[in-house]
């Protein structure tokens, strides 16, 4: 609408009401001038920090102000003085957060993960026969997904049962099947051949040398074939109940050392580094918790950093920054949209409420 001489104070009075009403609905309609025209909505900006504030906190698992150490005992010389290894600063901060995390999320490994697999397929939770399928699925997890893994394990239990084992995947069904039709069998998991070779040789040694159970001692369990330290201590503790180590995959692994927890080039080696310092009564639980978080929030490939808590806390020393400003950018542009559309709709009301044809 433009000013002339026809412009009477009767209309100047509606559209003042018009500029009014429109300002309780945000900056963006409130930019209606006196004239009628309309002034270009100014976008507003993203301001990302160019840098991180270092971490430098020192919170043990109260959130009190201090060193925290572990103490590693002398098994050999218990008068032997107690060596002290210090907790990394921002290992309680980062833990506890990715516990919080976790707490909110269901990941493959909770609901799919090697120890949950021989209760789902057969809602076992002890005994022998539970002790070797939790060996089996432990085996197979190797370069696999828990999905697939689950499947496979799955698909096994049913075949054996439809041939007439009457508890389905077992130690006698392994050592009875031929090579071919177990290869066939697994042949979704990677790097199924070799593992066929493994499950057998395995199941002949746990016949014929454990009397067809489990060992409770890691160097009888590493013994098998195929089975490395991280499978071992995950076995002793879900098979056992017993926690003589830290089961460190490849997400354990690749974490601790993002968060320079350790400074590790493989597995094992960050094993060994974490069990220095960890606290004993976190070996168990650490491995699920790093893993799902892993699975679902910081994967090797598409991290979620726009997601996850630690980036907004500045607690990660390894944030993606162009994964946040283009999460922004993304929600600013919906909601300049969802604006754009609430304007068009209110502008609307308000014409027919105060008999305005055009107020742009």
């Known amino acids: 609408m433009v000013k002339s001489e026809f412009f009477t104070q009767r209309t100047s009075k509606r559209l003042k009401l018009a500029s009014q009403v429109a300002q309780s609905f945000g900056s963006t309609i409130a930019d209606v001038a006196l004239d009628g025209s309309r002034r270009k909505p100014v976008r507003p900006t993203v301001k990302v920090k160019k840098e991180l504030e270092p971490i430098d906190l020192e919170f043990d698992k109260e959130g009190n102000d201090t060193k925290s150490t572990v103490s590693i005992k002398n098994e050999e010389d218990p008068q032997v003085k107690v060596e002290e290894t210090p907790i990394p600063k921002n290992f309680f901060p980062i833990y506890n957060e990715v516990k919080s995390i976790r707490s909110k999320i269901t990941t493959p490994v909770d609901s799919m993960g090697c120890a949950t697999i021989p209760i789902r397929i057969a809602e076992e939770k002890s005994g022998p026969l539970f002790r070797y399928r939790l060996l089996v699925s432990l085996m197979l997890s190797s370069q696999t997904k828990d999905e ?26 392994i050592l009875d099947v031929e090579p071919a039709k177990l290869d066939e069998l697994i042949h979704k998991i990677g790097f199924h051949n070799r593992k066929t070779v493994y499950l057998k040789s395995a199941a002949v040694i746990v016949n014929e040398q454990f009397n067809g159970d489990i060992p409770k001692d890691i160097k009888k369990i ?19 109940g017993i926690n003589d180590g830290i089961g460190v995959d490849v997400h354990v692994d690749r974490l601790a050392n993002m968060w320079r927890w350790v400074n590790t080039k493989t597995p094992e080696q ?17 491995n699920p ?23 907004s806390k500045k607690l990660c020393n390894n944030i993606d920054r ?24 209110i502008r609307g009301d308000i014409s027919q409420i105060l008999d305005i044809e055009d107020l742009a």
């Open 322 to 345: 162009g994964i946040i400003s283009k999460s922004r950018r993304e929600k600013e542009s919906a909601a300049l949209r969802g604006v754009a559309v609430k304007e068009k709709k």
């Open 289 to 311: 918790v790093l893993v799902g978080f892993g699975q679902v929030i910081c994967t090797p490939r598409g991290r979620r950093c726009d997601v996850c808590s630690l980036a």
């Open 222 to 240: 590493t013994s098998l074939p195929g089975v490395g330290p991280k499978m071992g201590y995950l076995l002793l503790q879900d098979a056992w």
């Open 270 to 286: 960050t094993r060994l580094a974490l069990e220095k310092w960890l606290p004993r009564e976190l070996w168990q639980e650490i």
């Open 148 to 173: 697939v893994n689950y499947e496979v394990m799955k698909s096994m239990n049913d075949y054996f049962k439809s041939v007439g084992y009457e508890n389905g995947l077992c130690l006698q069904a």
